[in-house]
């Protein structure tokens, strides 16, 4: 990977950051939400020796992960890599793109997610949300904070949307809720990974334990 470009949540600033392996464990995900979201829990659980990385969408993990693989002089010191991106509509064509990507890199491919394969590196996927035909990392989030009194009001809000006439988002609805959610919290501004460093998600919720597991199995 020659490097990757990230928005700046804040700003939207485009800002080209050279990725470079540090660390003996390498977790692939999306983007940076996703960057921020899973270093938090990694931080959350103690583990110290997983390096996390947005690849710049979901699009990119195909070409991004073998241009890593066959640049990155410290990809062959990887010994266990970890790939997650959410299933969207469609949960096994999802992991049919990443088990792609890995045989266009000729790596080592799983048959089933969240069951690595017995090779160096070692390689694991997570589709998000586990066990579900379709979603994404949001409806885990989402999940987590069911019971949390602000939810019957960001329930209110789109309902509150229709009484009036005014479709609610179809594509992405889950996102917009996770984004009318987090504007409850006491800086209304954060992106969800940010979120994730600033304690919005209870790690502790049943809905992580999935995650969780996967994370300590890498």
């Given at each position: 990977?020659?490097?990757?470009i990230i928005i700046c949540p804040r700003c939207n600033e485009r800002i080209?950051?050279k990725l470079k392996i540090v660390k003996p464990k390498l977790l692939i995900?999306?983007?940076?939400?996703?960057?921020?979201?899973?270093?938090?829990?990694?931080?959350?659980?103690?583990?110290?020796?997983?390096?996390?990385?947005?690849?710049?969408?979901?699009?990119?993990?195909?070409?991004?992960?073998?241009?890593?693989?066959?640049?990155?002089?410290?990809?062959?010191?990887?010994?266990?890599?970890?790939?997650?991106?959410?299933?969207?509509?469609?949960?096994?064509?999802?992991?049919?793109?990443?088990?792609?990507?890995?045989?266009?890199?000729?790596?080592?491919?799983?048959?089933?997610?969240?069951?690595?394969?017995?090779?160096?590196?070692?390689?694991?996927?997570?589709?998000?949300?586990?066990?579900?035909?379709?979603?994404?990392?949001?409806?885990?989030?989402?999940?987590?904070?069911?019971?949390?009194?602000?939810?019957?009001?960001?329930?209110?809000?789109?309902?509150?949307?229709?009484?009036?006439?005014?479709?609610?988002?179809?594509?992405?609805?889950?996102?917009?809720?996770?984004?009318?959610?987090?504007?409850?919290?006491?800086?209304?501004?954060?992106?969800?990974?940010?979120?994730?460093?600033?304690?919005?998600?209870?790690?502790?919720?049943?809905?992580?334990?999935?995650?969780?597991?996967?994370?300590?199995?890498?």
């Amino acid at each position: 990977m020659a490097g990757r470009i990230i928005i700046c949540p804040r700003c939207n600033e485009r800002i080209e950051e050279k990725l470079k392996i540090v660390k003996p464990k390498l977790l692939i995900v999306e983007g940076r939400d996703e960057e921020e979201f899973f270093e938090a829990f990694l931080e959350n659980l103690k583990i110290g020796d997983v390096q996390v990385a947005g690849v710049g969408g979901k699009t990119k993990i195909r070409s991004n992960l073998k241009t890593l693989k066959t640049t990155d002089p410290y990809f062959a010191q990887v010994t266990s890599l970890g790939i997650v991106r959410d299933a969207d509509e469609d949960h096994r064509a999802a992991f049919t793109a990443v088990q792609d990507a890995l045989k266009a890199a000729s790596l080592p491919c799983p048959k089933k997610q969240l069951v690595s394969t017995k090779t160096l590196p070692k390689v694991t996927v997570m589709i998000l949300p586990p066990g579900a035909s379709h979603g994404s990392l949001e409806d885990i989030c989402l999940g987590s904070v069911k019971d949390d009194p602000a939810m019957s009001c960001v329930d209110d809000y789109f309902g509150c949307l229709e009484t009036k006439g005014i479709d609610r988002p179809v594509k992405d609805f889950v996102k917009a809720k996770a984004r009318v959610f987090l504007s409850s919290r006491e800086d209304p501004t954060l992106a969800l990974g940010i979120a994730a460093k600033k304690g919005c998600w209870p790690f502790g919720a049943a809905g992580f334990d999935s995650v969780k597991e996967f994370l300590r199995s890498l």
